[in-house]
Each structure stands twice: as C-alpha cells, then as structure tokens.
C-alpha cells in the first residue's frame, strides 16, 4: 500500500462537459453487476443526474432518466440491468429509508442513490462511492471514484483502462 496506486485508490476524472459526465456513466455502465449500489454525493447541480443518465444509456435504457426528487425513487427494467434511482435528498434518516424498500430487488437490480452519502450504504455490503463536484466558476465538474469494499477495487482498476482520455494527471 505505499507505492504505486494502492488497492483501493480513488479514481479522478476532469469532466469539462455534461457530454463528458455522461460518457463517464456509459463506461461505468460497463463494470455494473446485478446487485451493485452506486452511491453519488456532491452539491446541488454537481451532475449526479446527468451522470446517471450517461450509466441508463450504457444500461440500454431508453426511457428518459431524470432527477427522481418529487417521486424519490424510478426504476427502469428496459435496460439489460434494472435500474433503480433513487433520491436521498428530502430523507432524513435510515428509517424513513426503510420506509421506501429501497432494497426490494436489490439484488437483481443496480441501484444508483443521490444524496445518499450516510443513509443508504448498509443496504449492501460493498459499495461504489461517487463523489462530483464543480471545479472553478466553469462548466467543468471534477468526479472522483471511490470503493467501498467488495470487487469494486479491480472493477475501477478496469474502468481506468477504459476511461483514459478523461482520467485527471492530479
Ligand atoms: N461538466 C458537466 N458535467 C455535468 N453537468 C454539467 C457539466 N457542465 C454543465 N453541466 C450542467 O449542470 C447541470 C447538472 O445537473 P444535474 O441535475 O445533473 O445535477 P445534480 O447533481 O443531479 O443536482 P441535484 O442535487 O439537484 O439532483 C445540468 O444542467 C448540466 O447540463
Ligand atoms: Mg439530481
């Protein structure tokens, strides 16, 4: 763990466009398993949204992805994984995160959470931590990758050979 990138280090993107953002979910759209939960934290208008639309497009998904934040939860089943997407935003606690069953097919499912950094992670073992942030006064958004246990750090080892071009030299 002292030289090279350990086991376990975040993976960094610069995103100078949405368009960017969303490639970024088509290729992470690539490692996803049945089961997996993705976790997306950052502020309001980060492009959490945005990028996981770019992760129901890599899905195969046609039915339109949009900010799930008056209904909490969607779950797409046209894509070659259901996706369940959720948002955090307005709970505030694990019980009412119970309250929504947010688990309920979780296991054949995907399931991307926004805003649901400190809630939602016991909901499976292992996780996918995203975190996207603005970078500047500009469009461009910074995202960093982080595993949480599981498979996820060989899987990111994988999208870092995929996702060259867009990987930040920070
Ligand atoms: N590099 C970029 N990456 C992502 N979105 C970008 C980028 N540049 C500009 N944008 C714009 O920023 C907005 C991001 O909105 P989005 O709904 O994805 O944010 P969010 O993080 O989901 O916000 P909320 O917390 O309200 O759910 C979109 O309008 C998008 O077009
Ligand atoms: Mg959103």
Do not use: C
């Amino acid at each position: 763990m002292t030289e090279g990138r350990p086991q376990g280090a975040p993976l960094r993107f610069t995103l100078p466009t949405a368009d960017d953002t969303r490639a970024l979910g088509r290729a992470l759209a690539d490692v996803l398993a049945p089961g997996d939960l993705v976790v997306l934290t950052g502020p309001l208008g980060a492009g959490k949204t945005v990028l996981v639309q770019g992760l129901g497009a890599g899905l195969g998904i046609g039915s339109p992805v949009t900010s799930p934040t008056f209904v909490i939860a969607r779950v797409h089943r046209d894509g070659r994984l259901p996706l369940v997407h959720a948002d955090a935003y307005r709970l505030a606690s694990v019980a009412e995160v119970d309250d929504l069953d947010l688990d309920a097919d979780s296991a054949e499912s995907v399931t991307v959470v926004e805003w649901g950094s400190g809630l939602v992670e016991r909901l499976a073992d292992a996780h996918l931590e995203v975190r996207l942030d603005r970078a500047g006064a500009g469009d461009t958004r910074t995202a960093e990758l982080v595993p949480r246990g599981g498979t996820w750090p060989a899987r990111l080892a994988r999208l870092a050979a995929v996702a060259a071009p867009a990987r930040s030299r920070s």
